[in-house]
């Protein structure tokens, strides 16, 4: 395996970032940072101004990594959607609604209350992410 892209620093705080985050919407609004639930709540919840300002502070964070790390903005590959892209979003989707969260709401906000469900939810995701990066090397 090679690692193309080694980047431990901005990964630790990044980490530390988005669990300093999770803390502080958990002690302000009692609410936990899925970001499959937040999105959601944003159509259908009466508490939509917080929920709106998290996912635009999610955005213009990656827009303010690139300022301050002076990576170049590559927008074409934002413009060139790919089928497998959109039916990997389907499945996303679908798969946060079945499992009632997301990779964020179960891996950093229910493991770190130590729930059981997001324990076998975190592994179901895990196991698929590696047979998902197994499958593409096959094919």
Known sequence: MNIINFTPVPALIGGLILGLASVLLLISNGKIAGISGIAKGMFNSPDKAWRMFFIVGLILGGFGYHTLTSEELKTE??????????IAAILVGSGTALGNGCTSGHGICGLSRRTKRSFVATCVFMAF???????????
Do not use: P
């Open 77 to 86: 590959n934002i413009l060139n959607i790919d089928l497998k892209l959109i």
């Open 129 to 139: 992410g590696m047979l998902t990066v197994y499958l593409e090397k096959l094919f």
